[in-house]
């Protein structure tokens, strides 16, 4: 153990306020500098110095009609306390964010299908039980900016790039393959993975052109099958609705296909094989000074939103009239 430890353990208590005027001194290497920073008389700085020396029994500061030397003993503590008193002033805020009531405007992103299909019916919630918290909901196709766009907290649908980002999952959207009874009356039902390639496909635009690949899993075994989109849209809603018209086969979120797929205006195609789920994540700048307003919302939706609720469920069965309708199909 370094003598500055032995000191240090040796020690009930040393005033907190004296440490922070410490490291301010240290790392500007100036009272005045320090005095300036911290807003303070330059007498309390020196004041506030000579107290911790006094409290460790060691000198920290050689001082010179010029400048300001760390003796090996400060160097030693300015390195360690730097970073300690970092972390405590993160735990204060922490603290102190919970005693505080959310209030003011909150700035949240997510993309237009999830917005109208499973934001419209739960923030409804979070308004009533947060009653000075204003939302700006802002609905987009594009992946937003959070800090350019001044965004508090995003919602992402698929794997999230690298960044320093700080990101909560809130669950895996599940997947369904799907098309409307008169596309299958007019170009027959796929049976098999293979056959999806000769059918009108309806997709998201691929990015650098590259061909469009569709994955589909069964008991432990993945298949590939590349298709060529009739139609590209890049919103998901224009894609469902194409999808119920008839216009041809597509891979829908299950909280767009589930309702239809009830009400028989869609159909689930291949049910044994399943698409690959996407994960939904909120996404924010840091956890540092997180407002009250962002960290009541990342609540909220993680409590609104436990496996197998909403859009988190499983597609409904097939009705049997429906599979037996598929069978005559050619």
Known sequence: MDTLSQQWNNQAVVDLNDLRVFERVGSLRSFSAAARALLLPKSTISRSIARLEADLGARLIQRTTRDVALTPLGDNLLSRCASALGQLGEALTYVGSLATEPRGQLRVSAGIGFGVNVLAEQLPGFVRRYPEVDIMLDLTSR????????????????????????????????????????????????????????????????????????????????????????????????????????????????????????????????????????????????????????????????????????????????????????????
């Open 143 to 330: 992946m937003a900016d959070l800090i350019n766009d001044r965004v508090d907290i995003a919602i992402r649908l698929g794997p999230l790039p690298d960044s320093s980002l700080v990101s909560v999952q809130l669950g895996e959207m599940k997947r369904v393959l799907c098309a409307a009874p008169a596309y299958l009356d007019r170009r027959g039902t796929p049976r098999t993975i293979g056959e999806l390639s000769e059918h009108d496909v309806i997709e998201m635009p691929a990015a650098d052109g590259r061909p469009r690949v569709w994955s589909f899993a069964r008991n432990g075994r993945t298949v590939e099958v590349t298709v060529a989109p009739r139609v590209c849209v890049n919103d998901a809603l224009t894609i469902n609705r194409l999808i119920i018209n008839g216009t041809g086969i597509g891979i829908m979120s299950n909280y767009l296909s589930a309702p239809e797929i009830a009400a028989g205006r869609l159909v689930q195609l291949l049910p044994d094989w399943a698409a690959p789920p996407v994960g939904c994540a909120l996404v924010f700048p840091s956890k540092r000074e997180l407002a009250p307003a962002v960290r009541a919302f990342v609540d909220y939706m993680k409590e609104v939103n436990p496996p197998g609720r909403h859009w988190l469920d499983n597609a409904p069965p097939a009705d049997p009239a429906d599979q037996s309708h598929q069978a005559t199909r050619t």
